[in-house]
């Protein structure tokens, strides 16, 4: 089993609808958790970070970590054609006094139509 | 500001040619990293490097060497390139000082390097 298991879609949706994206991970000792946004042959930029388990909200973005399920989600709402990215659930640990690298998955392509 | 700037953007080795992609970063970030990032494999993590004059590996290290002699540059070295090794090698660079609403040592990425192996 992967320890960041993500599913790669793509997923298609219309203008203004609300985009949930989901990662599952195994590894418990995870507390940091990020979602990259990556536009097509650009690199990932952050998007959101949580520490630990909660919600936190930015804009028409809402990243919520379930650490008992270990699962996180990010929503997207009132959806706009410039959203149109590859999404990547990120996270990692933290080792002996630093924050471990990070686990990334694979990505869910996003694309909103008109 | 640039960030992180990676050369060349494109390039294409024929089986067995080395070559060397830069990565260059204008933050004054201590930690940098190369990953690669393949169709169905998402972004794994190559070598990374703490400091200048440090390296160490990562998930998928072989066939790969590193050197980080300055600390604004990171090298990726390919001694013998394989077709396997065609992929799209991604830079960033981090700061265990940069604690941000964004997150706790943020990676800021370059926009890659596209690498075709014959």
């Known amino acids: 089993q992967k320890e960041v298991e993500q599913d790669p879609g793509p997923l298609s949706v219309p203008e203004g609808a609300i985009v949930s994206l989901n990662c599952t991970y195994s590894n418990s000792a995870f507390q940091y958790f990020m979602w990259y946004r990556q536009y097509s042959r650009k690199g990932p930029e952050l998007l959101m970070y949580t520490y630990s388990s909660g919600n936190k909200e930015d804009g028409r973005f809402t990243a919520q970590v379930d650490k008992s399920s270990k699962y996180i989600s990010l929503f997207i709402r009132d959806s706009q054609p410039s959203d149109s990215a590859t999404y990547l659930c990120a996270m990692s640990a933290w080792y002996g006094g630093s924050q471990g690298n990070l686990i990334f998955g694979k990505g869910t392509k996003l694309s909103v139509k008109p | 500001n640039a960030g992180v700037t990676q050369t060349p953007k494109f390039r294409v080795l024929k089986t067995g040619q080395s070559m060397t992609l830069l990565c260059a970063q204008d933050?004054?970030?201590?930690?940098m990293y190369w990953y690669r990032q393949d169709p169905g494999m998402g972004l794994r993590l190559i070598h990374y490097?703490?400091?200048?004059?440090?390296?160490a590996k990562g998930e998928v290290p072989d066939g790969y060497n590193v050197s980080r002699l300055k600390k604004q540059n990171f090298l990726l070295g390919l001694e013998s390139a394989a077709p396997s090794q065609t992929s799209v090698y991604f830079c960033?660079?981090?700061?265990?000082?940069?604690?941000?609403?964004?997150?706790?040592?943020?990676?800021?990425f370059g926009d890659g390097t596209r690498l075709s192996i014959l």
């Open positions: 960033a660079s981090a700061s265990p000082r940069d604690r941000s609403l964004k997150g706790n040592q943020p990676q800021h």
């Open positions: 933050m004054n970030h201590e930690y």
């Open positions: 490097s703490v400091g200048e004059g440090t390296t």
